[in-house]
């Protein structure tokens, strides 16, 4: 059984893309070099798919620097404080887009399903997070697509999308999941720099799981 698996190289896609191995599923992981700033979470990606041993692994590169609009693609300041409303990292249509390139590849892979690590707890504002964008994206799955004119559309899965932080964290663990490979930090480097706001969500969830996060940052 095919499933179509969006990697970031983020903690919470690497823990969806483990839930969906351990359901069986035999994974076509989509990784999307999109002009982000933050390039090592691509790298981070391959070497969490190599952990999972997925059956193949694509790197799709996109420039969404043009529209820009971001603080991860553009000249734009990333926040240390956290934001009211959608903040400035917000990535103008990069769920939808991602969930159509997946929707694409679900189509020629007969994939039952597409796993996507969006979480609605604890998150950014980010509006394509939430479940309402999501059952919307199903509804083009069935309307836009072959399979879904057939009555046989893939399902989009969200495993973690009620959990918080320190949930999904406890969640990797229990499946052994790659956590030492991935990357959350919004900039580049060696080492996550500990202050942006994906940065504190994961380190907060390590803290609330009991746990010492395993990747390295700038200040420790």
């Known amino acids: 059984m095919n499933a179509v698996c969006l990697l970031s190289g983020g903690l919470d896609s690497c823990v969806t893309a483990a ?5 069986g599923y035999e994974l076509h992981a989509l990784t999307f070099d999109y002009g982000q700033r933050s390039q090592k979470e691509v790298r981070c990606a391959r070497a ?19 529209p820009g609009g971001s603080a991860l693609t553009d000249d734009i ?11 400035a990292t917000y990535v103008p249509a990069r769920n939808t887009i991602f969930l159509s390139y997946a929707l694409a590849h679900a189509e020629v892979t007969g994939a039952a399903s597409i796993f996507i690590g969006v979480t609605a707890v604890d998150y950014s504002g980010y509006p394509d997070c939430r479940p309402e964008y999501i059952e919307a994206m199903q509804r083009v799955a069935e309307l836009g697509t072959k ?25 990797g663990i229990e499946l052994d999941a790659p956590l030492e490979r991935t990357w959350s ?32 940052y700038a200040d420790k």
């Open 19 to 23: 839930i969906a191995a351990s359901q």
């Open 48 to 66: 969490v798919a190599e952990a999972l041993d997925v059956v193949d692994h694509r790197i799709i590169e996109i420039d969404l620097r043009n």
């Open 77 to 87: 300041d990333i926040p240390e404080e956290r934001q009211e409303g959608i903040p």
């Open 147 to 171: 399979r879904g004119i057939e009555g046989n559309a893939p399902v989009i899965q969200t495993p973690v999308i009620e959990m918080a932080k320190h949930e999904i964290i406890r969640r």
């Open 185 to 216: 930090c919004y900039r580049d480097g060696d080492r996550a720099c500990g202050r942006c706001d994906s940065c504190r969500l994961r380190l907060e969830g390590f803290a609330r799981a009991g746990l010492e996060d395993p990747i390295a």
